[in-house]
């Protein structure tokens, strides 16, 4: 009988993140069975996937309170239908708010359950290890000091590496990427990126842009390149450098998308703090970090925090390798200067990309290989 396996991921991220494993696991088990909830990418694979995955995506705390029925209804069915399988084994990919919940019920019905990519025990809200606990048989964990803090609160872990370090090229080619954009090869280029969401735009882009003009003023030579993923989002930048009344030869450049290409042809990135200052990192780019939120928002997410810097390279190495300027330090003048700094300071640039090359290598990991064969460990052990 073919072994059956149920997982559920409900963004785009995870879907990528489960399309990979269950062709690692197939590479084990071909004839297994994938259901549960899942994108196209794990349907590609094979999945049967119950309910679309876009339906468990929320936006904001408003959207999240107003989808509550539908969500426990969604999580309802999906438990009936998990019972009624009796999988090996369930994994909730990501998605802490929903698939927490849904382990905790599929465990007490003697299923083996793992959540893959652990919360963000580390930086705030320590006191979820104790739901995890109460979750999770296993916990895959991206980052390599992750599984100590979970083997020191009894839960199981196993650091598996970054997807995303299995994807980057040690070493960019940056030569190539500025041929294919037309861009000099000895041009400075500072890549400009304000965010992917609304919210993250409509609070840097002004900064952004005050910022590139104050280089611009030091550093005439410099081009700038804005990469941006909506139409939105690029409403919203125009309108920045409209309200800045740039001119026409202001040497900036608006892209649609294209975000690692910016990255790889720049000399230094000014970047809104998520995943995309990690992969900054991985392309080798020195940067400058910045985040702004409504204030009360910061006000009490500061008070949960238990590190000192919020961009995940400084985060992993432990130190402020790179600056960071948040809420009321986030102004054009400062991330003018921490960009110019990088711009005229060629051998710390080089120590930067060491640090760099060291922690790509320290992530790279077969992510998808590592994972499936922690998952092949517990499949066939049930509860005793």
């Known amino acids: 009988m073919a072994t059956c396996i149920a997982m559920v991921a409900g963004e785009a991220s995870g879907d990528q993140l489960g399309s990979r494993l269950i062709a690692a696991i197939r590479r084990h088990l071909p004839d297994a069975r994938f259901v549960g909830i899942g994108g196209p990418g794990m349907q590609r694979e094979g999945m049967e996937s119950w309910f679309p995955a876009e339906r468990l995506a929320v936006n904001g705390i408003g959207d999240a309170l107003r989808r509550v029925p539908e969500l426990l209804g969604i999580r ?13 084994i369930f994994i909730g990919i990501d998605a802490p708010d929903f698939n927490l919940g849904v382990e905790r019920r599929v465990k007490a ?62 070493e960019p080619d940056r030569v190539g990427v500025r041929e294919r954009l037309c861009l000099p090869r000895d041009a400075k280029i500072v890549a400009v990126m304000p965010g992917s969401r609304n919210g993250e735009v409509s609070r840097l882009a002004a ?29 919203m ?11 026409p030869d202001f040497p900036m450049t608006l892209m649609f998308g294209h975000s690692h290409d910016a990255m790889i042809a ?39 925090m238990y590190l000192p810097y919020v961009g995940l390279p400084n985060i992993l190495c432990r130190e402020f390798v790179v600056p960071e300027h948040l809420q009321e330090d986030c ?37 998808a290989s590592r994972a499936a064969e922690a998952i092949l460990s517990l499949i066939g052990r049930g509860r005793r």
């Not at 309802?76 to 090996?88: G, N, S, T, V, Y």
């Not at 930048?237 to 001119?247: P, V």
């Open 109 to 170: 019905m003697r299923i083996p359950t793992v959540h893959y990519v652990s919360p963000s025990v580390w930086a705030w809200r320590g006191g979820r290890v104790k739901r995890i606990r109460k979750s999770a048989d296993h916990i895959l964990c991206l980052f390599p000091f992750e599984p100590e803090l979970y083997e020191r609160a009894g839960v199981a872990a196993t650091f598996v590496g970054h997807p995303l370090a299995d994807e980057f090229a040690l």
């Open 237 to 247: 930048f125009e309108q920045a450098m409209h309200d800045a009344s740039l001119g």
């Open 207 to 235: 900064d952004f842009v005050g910022a590139a003009v104050r280089i611009h003023e030091a550093r005439p030579d410099v081009r700038f390149l804005v990469p941006l993923v909506t139409r939105d989002t690029r409403t």
């Open 266 to 304: 720049s000399d230094v990135v000014m970047l809104a703090s998520g995943t995309a200052t990690l992969e900054a990192a991985f392309l080798k780019r020195p940067m400058v970090i910045a985040y702004k939120m409504a204030g009360w928002t910061f006000s009490i997410v500061k008070r949960m």
């Open 76 to 88: 309802r069915q999906l438990l009936a239908r998990i019972k009624a399988e009796q999988p090996a």
């Open 331 to 367: 102004e054009p003048t400062k991330l003018a200067n921490g960009v110019l700094k990088w711009l005229d300071d060629a051998d710390s640039v080089v120590a930067l990309q060491k640090r760099f090359m060291d922690l790509h290598l320290s992530l790279r990991q077969d992510n």
